[in-house]
C-alpha cells in the first residue's frame, strides 16, 4: 500500500520546475560580493551546539566504527534520544525501534515521504507559499499539487478553500509550523481545521516541524500528532539543522506510525542509506541535553529571543524605506514583506538590496507555483547574530534617501 516501484514511470507526470534551484544558485553567488550582508539562504551566522561538535568529534577520532555506515534507520542512541526528546517535551511516546528513521537532513526525509506514500496520480495539498522543494517532490512522485493559500498579512488560510480542496480526495496534506517562508505558527484552531478534514477524508499528513524550537511573542509550537486522532495518520519531521543549529551536518529524522515508518526507512535506504555516522552521535547526545535548566535549552531559548529581536530592528528599517510593508513573524527564522507599493516586483527589489545597499535577500516567487502569478513578497533571514542585522540596518539607513529618490521617479 505505502511502496511502490523505485523507478517510477514519469513521463506522463507534471513537468518538473527548476525555477527555485536556478533562482537560489543565483542568490548563492551574490554571497561572493564583496562586504555582502547575506540575508539569503536560512543559516545561522553562529556556533551551533557545542556538545554535539564535542561529542562527534570524540566519537570520529575515537571510535573507529563510527566513521563506517551506520545502521539504514539510524544510530539506535539516536533513535532512543529522539524519543527522550519528545517525550520530555510533548509527551509524545515513540517506539524508537519501530517509528522513527534517521535521515540525510529533513529535506532528505521530506523526499523519502513523496515517494513512499505518494503514487502517480495522487493529490498532495500544499499551503502556498511553500518550502521549493516540496513542489519538485511531489512531481517527482508522479503526484498533483493541490494548493490552499496563505494570505498576507496573517497567511492564514480560508476555511472554505481548504475544505474544497480536501473535498478533491488528496492523499496527503504537507503542514510547516512555524513556516517557512511566513513566520506563521498554525494555532489550535488551524491544527483541529485540519486535522477534521484529515480524518473525514482518511488523509496521512506530513507535519514539517522544523522550526519547532523558534517562536515568538508567546505563539506555542503545537503538533499536528497530538490532535486527537491524528496520531495514526501523521509523519512530523525534525532536524538537527534548526534545533542545533548545525545546517550543515545533515541529520534529520521522521517519526510516526510503524507502517509508514517502514515504506520510508525502505526509500531512505536506496537514496542516502544513512546520515554521517559521528554526527549522529553528536545529535543524540545534544539532544540528551535539550532539558529544562539545561545549557542547550537556555541556548535555544536565547536564540529565540535573538530572532525575535533581529526580526523587530530589521522590519523597522524596512518599514523606513516608505512603500514596503513588512509582516512580523510569530516564528521560524524568516522575515517577510511586500514591495509591491514600490512599482517593483520581488527580483527587481532584491536586485537593488544586492546592487546598492549590498545586502541578499530571497525574492519569494520561488515559494509559489508557476501559475501563482507575479510575486511581490520578499524573504529575510533573521537566524544571524545581532551584529550582522545591524550591519543590514545601518546599510538600509544609509540608503534612505536614494530610495525615496528613486521611488519618486518610478
Given at each position: 500500500i505505502f511502496f511502490r516501484p523505485i523507478w517510477p514511470e514519469l513521463r506522463g507526470a507534471a513537468p518538473v520546475s527548476w525555477a527555485a534551484p536556478r533562482q537560489l544558485g543565483q542568490i548563492y553567488l551574490a554571497r561572493s560580493k564583496a562586504n555582502i550582508v547575506d540575508l539569503g539562504q536560512g543559516y545561522p551566522d553562529f556556533e551551533g551546539s557545542r556538545l554535539a561538535r564535542v561529542k562527534a568529534s570524540e566519537s570520529l577520532l575515537t571510535i573507529p566504527m563510527h566513521n563506517q555506515y551506520s545502521t539504514i534507520g539510524g544510530l539506535r542512541m539516536l533513535h532512543e534520544s529522539i524519543r527522550?526528546?519528545?517525550l520530555r517535551k510533548y509527551g509524545c511516546a515513540l517506539d524508537p525501534a519501530k517509528e522513527v528513521v534517521c535521515t540525510s537532513g529533513g529535506t532528505e526525509g521530506l523526499y523519502c515521504m513523496m515517494q513512499a506514500l505518494v503514487n502517480p496520480g495522487d493529490k498532495?495539498?500544499?499551503f502556498e507559499p511553500f518550502f521549493p522543494w516540496y513542489l519538485p517532490d511531489v512531481k517527482l512522485a508522479g503526484g498533483e499539487p493541490l494548493i490552499v493559500p496563505l494570505k498576507p498579512p496573517a497567511f492564514?488560510?480560508?476555511?472554505?478553500?481548504?475544505?474544497?480542496?480536501?473535498?478533491?480526495?488528496?492523499?496527503?496534506?504537507?503542514?510547516?509550523?512555524p513556516h517557512n517562508p511566513t513566520g506563521r505558527v498554525f494555532s489550535k484552531a488551524d491544527l483541529d481545521l485540519i486535522a477534521k478534514q484529515c480524518m473525514e477524508h482518511d488523509v496521512i499528513a506530513i507535519s514539517d516541524e522544523a522550526y519547532e524550537n523558534i517562536t515568538f511573542d508567546g505563539h506555542p509550537h503545537l503538533r499536528l500528532a497530538d490532535v486527537k486522532g491524528m496520531g495514526v495518520r501523521t509523519l512530523t519531521m525534525g532536524t538537527s539543522s534548526k534545533l542545533l543549529s548545525l545546517t550543515g551536518w545533515r541529520v534529520g529524522w521522521v517519526t510516526g506510525p510503524e507502517e509508514y515508518i517502514g515504506a520510508i526507512k525502505m526509500m531512505h535506504s536506496y537514496i542516502s542509506f544513512c546520515p554521517p555516522t559521528p554526527l549522529q552521535v553528536g545529535v543524540a547526545h545534544a539532544l540528551n541535553g535539550l532539558c529544562a535548566g539545561s545549557e542547550g535549552e537556555r541556548e535555544n531559548e536565547r536564540i529565540s529571543l535573538l530572532m525575535e529581536d533581529n526580526a523587530k530592528k530589521l522590519g523597522a528599517a524596512l518599514g523606513a524605506l516608505g512603500g514596503v510593508e513588512v509582516y512580523p513573524p510569530q516564528g521560524g527564522y524568516f522575515l517577510v514583506c511586500d514591495v509591491g507599493e514600490t512599482g517593483m516586483d520581488d527580483l527587481g527589489f532584491c536586485r537593488w538590496l544586492i546592487e546598492k545597499v549590498n545586502i541578499n535577500?530571497?525574492?519569494?516567487?520561488?515559494f509559489y507555483s508557476d501559475t501563482a502569478g507575479p510575486c511581490t513578497l520578499v524573504r529575510f533571514a533573521i537566524c544571524k547574530e545581532s551584529g550582522t542585522i545591524e550591519k543590514a540596518v545601518d546599510a538600509l539607513g544609509d540608503h534612505v534617501d536614494s530610495w525615496k529618490s528613486k521611488r519618486a521617479v518610478l
Open positions: 527522550d526528546f519528545y498532495v495539498l500544499m492564514g488560510f480560508d476555511e472554505e478553500a481548504l475544505r474544497k480542496a480536501f473535498q478533491q480526495k488528496p492523499r496527503v496534506v504537507i503542514v510547516n509550523t535577500a530571497v525574492p519569494m516567487s520561488i
